[in-house]
């Protein structure tokens, strides 16, 4: 009984694992990557060697549609590359930080990075990484990634940044 129980548990995960399509929406993010272009993420590796797009695909960042905080196809498929590193990784923790771009009051902007990290940090969690590890924390406007006032730059800096706090670094 226990064995028919966890396959069907497995069929159930791989079924929905290849379920996901992409919308073909482009965020304006070029280290955004599609899940289906995403390779395992190898245990051995850095965080910083695994977030370095040109090698791997992925990224230490997602990002957002203006003044939103849910999350995309692609955000989710690097949260989930994130969580795998996580669970690779037992002794890294993760500080998560949520971005706005310079549009809106100082406030408002740091709730909505709020919201941000806090969206992240709960996919992660549901992804199976100890909510322990993981910290969040808004900077709103304060630290935009690129300078100017314009839908590229704003684009850039509505975003969510994760990086390690222990190990793996």
């Given at each position: 009984m226990k064995l028919r129980f966890a396959l069907v548990v497995l069929a159930i995960g791989l079924a929905s694992a290849g379920c996901t399509k992409s919308s073909g929406k482009?965020?304006?993010?070029?280290?955004?990557?599609?899940?289906?272009e995403l390779a395992r993420p190898l245990p051995g590796k850095t965080w910083q060697e695994f977030t370095e797009p040109s090698?791997?695909?992925?990224?230490?960042?997602?990002?957002?549609?203006?003044?939103?905080?849910?999350?995309?196809e692609d955000a989710q498929a690097t949260i989930?590359?994130?969580?795998?590193?996580?669970?690779?990784?037992?002794?890294?923790?993760?500080?998560?930080e949520g971005h706005a771009d310079e549009r809106g009051t100082r406030e408002y902007n740091l709730g909505l990075g709020a919201k941000r990290a806090t969206?992240?940090?709960?996919?992660?969690?549901?992804?199976?990484?100890?909510?322990?590890?993981?910290?969040?924390?808004?900077?709103?406007?304060?630290?935009?990634a690129v300078a100017g006032e314009d839908e590229t730059a704003y684009q850039q800096n509505r975003r969510g940044v994760a990086r390690p706090t222990t190990g793996g670094a």
């Open positions: 482009s965020t304006g993010d070029n280290n955004s990557v599609r899940q289906s090698k791997n695909g992925y990224s230490d960042r997602v990002f957002f549609a203006y003044d939103r905080f849910d999350l995309d989930r590359a994130w969580s795998e590193w996580l669970r690779a990784h037992r002794d890294a923790g993760i500080l998560v969206a992240i940090r709960d996919m992660l969690i549901a992804l199976g990484v100890n909510a322990g590890r993981i910290r969040t924390i808004s900077y709103g406007k304060e630290r935009p």
